[in-house]
């Protein structure tokens, strides 16, 4: 005999969250639970990750009063009428949700508990620790989006064996800032989607990219470094994901592609004025809270309109990198999880990240 699903456990109405109190500053609060939708999961958070949009967001765009932080991983203890086939009370979760959102800054990661999305969580796989889950989402995701910009195909991650065939005639692809957390991710699913990583990074890193699957790595500092991924990719190099995302970086990114029709996806805002200097290079520049496929209320150049193709996208991505996981064909970007229980504990971490003193690492608090 079958018991019933247990589709709810007991949740508070009031939470701890780390709340916007103006640019730049966090506040630890006590502010309601948010209430899920049928389609949502309200998960307790046991860890959770930095990203330099956390204080992007924060210091840019502040929203007084709105939870911040997206990367999370925790228990799901409430399941939305219309998605109870796919999670259940008790679920080891990870996933990403728009933190400091003005759209909904009741919703964040750096809480007690969020309300995610339900298509866009994946299971934390056996064996994983919510700290390693915790750091998975946006480098997954952001690598969906990525490699559908550039127009790469994903289709032999669907094969469970992946005996990299004959690689010779592989396309390359540039993974600019192959030591961030997006990059060491996107590089081992590029490899195995069939493409030869070239990666950019600081020497010290050139071991990390190569052991996720970078084919080379090549300092960024150096003066010839965009000839030399030219000349070692013999200009056969159409496909550069700028991982950082500057006026500099967009330079070398298309001085280091060869000649004809090429793409140049980055992860920030990229200078218009610089495009006219390869007209031949298709830009664009994705940004991950598409994903959610509602309209993202952000200022200016970050304002997007709703897209629920982005939405059905990321089901069927975050179906995919559930696999891809199940069968450790992922690995996580070095961590550093902190022991301290306390949401406190982002707030000096979150400056690190801000003055840039955080390499080839990801932050991770355990709460
Ligand atoms: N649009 C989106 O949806 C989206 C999603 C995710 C991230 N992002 C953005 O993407 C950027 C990266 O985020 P992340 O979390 O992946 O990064 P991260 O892990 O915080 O990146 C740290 C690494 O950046 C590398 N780096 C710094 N300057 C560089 C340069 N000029 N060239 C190459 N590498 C450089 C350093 O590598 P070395 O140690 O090797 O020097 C450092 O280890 C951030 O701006 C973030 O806001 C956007």
Redesign the pocket.
């Known amino acids: 005999m079958s018991l019933p699903q247990k589709t709810t456990s007991k949740v508070p109405r009031l939470q701890r969250a780390l709340v916007a109190t103006g640019p730049g500053s966090l506040a630890l609060k006590t502010v309601a639970v948010p209430r899920i939708t049928s389609e949502e999961v309200l998960v307790r958070t046991a860890a959770v990750a930095l990203?330099?949009?956390d204080h992007?967001l924060l210091d840019q765009s502040t929203t007084a009063g709105a939870i911040s932080g997206s990367d999370f991983a925790g228990v799901v203890v409430h399941v939305g009428s219309s998605v109870k086939d796919r999670m259940s009370v008790g679920d080891r979760v990870f996933g990403i949700v728009f933190g400091a959102n003005p759209g909904r800054p009741g919703n964040g990661a750096f809480a007690q508990y969020v309300a995610a999305p339900a298509d866009l969580c994946m299971h934390v796989p056996d064996g994983m620790d919510m700290a390693t889950a915790a750091s998975m989402g946006?480098g997954l995701m952001?690598t969906g989006l990525a490699l559908r910009s550039l127009g790469l195909r994903w289709d032999r991650l669907a094969e469970e064996n992946d005996d990299s065939d004959d690689e010779r005639h592989s396309p390359y692809v540039l993974v600019?800032?192959g030591?961030?957390?997006?990059?060491t991710i996107a590089i081992q699913i590029l490899r195995q989607a069939g493409y030869l990583p070239v990666a950019?990074?600081?020497p010290?890193?050139f071991d990390l990219v190569t052991d996720r699957g970078a084919v080379a790595g090549f300092d960024?500092n150096s003066a010839s470094c965009a000839n030399d991924i030219r000349r070692y990719t013999k200009g056969r190099l159409r496909y550069a994901l700028d991982?950082?995302?500057n006026e500099?970086?967009m330079i070398l990114c298309y001085c280091a592609l060869g000649d004809g029709a090429s793409y140049y996806t980055t992860?920030?805002q990229y200078s218009r004025r610089l495009t006219i200097r390869r007209r031949d290079v298709t830009p664009d520049w994705?940004?991950?809270w598409t994903l959610l496929g509602d309209e993202v209320q952000l200022a200016g150049a970050y304002y997007r309109e709703a897209r629920p193709d982005d939405r059905q996208f990321g089901r069927d991505w975050a179906v995919l990198m559930e696999s891809l996981l199940e069968q450790a064909r992922v690995r996580p970007h070095p961590i550093e999880a902190t022991a301290q229980g306390t949401f406190m504990a982002v707030i000096p971490r979150l400056d690190l990240?801000r003055k840039?003193m955080?390499?080839?690492k990801?932050i991770v608090v355990k709460v």
């Open positions: 990203n330099p949009s992007k946006m952001t600019h800032g030591a961030t957390a997006t990059g950019t990074c600081s010290t890193n960024y991982c950082i995302g500099a970086t992860l920030e994705i940004l991950g990240l840039k955080v390499k080839g990801k």
